[in-house]
């Protein structure tokens, strides 16, 4: 069974940073491209990064330069590094594979706020 274990969330201030984690079981991690998303309450899901099995990263235009997506794996996991975080970076973040999207895991919750 596929399992995603996220964590290193919690409250910062506006210009703070933050590295998440997200720990993948249950799948030869080392083969899969991997995502983080992130979900405010009442939207959908959205794509903030994504990783290939070889490391090349990838980002939306507007996070570019803020966001860094790594991954170690020998210890199937994979990190989100999150600097100059502002109010609207608030959200639950999610790691899940791609393309194909397995069962999602708790999330972590990131507040910024003063």
């Known amino acids: 069974q596929v399992q995603f274990v996220e964590s290193g969330g919690g409250w910062v201030q506006p210009g703070g940073s933050v590295r998440l984690s997200c720990v993948a079981s249950?799948?030869?991690?080392?083969?899969?491209?991997m995502g983080w998303y992130r979900q405010t309450p009442g939207k959908e899901r959205a794509l903030v990064a994504t990783i290939s099995s070889n490391g090349a990263a990838d980002y939306p235009d507007s996070l570019e330069g803020r966001f860094t997506v790594s991954r170690d794996n020998a210890k199937n996991t994979l990190y989100l590094q999150m600097n100059s975080l502002n109010p609207e970076d608030t959200a639950t973040y999610y790691c899940?594979?791609?393309?194909?999207?397995?069962?999602w895991g708790q999330g972590t919750q990131v507040t910024v706020s003063s």
């Open positions: 899940n594979s791609r393309p194909d999207l397995r069962s």
């Open positions: 249950g799948i030869e991690f080392n083969r899969f491209a």
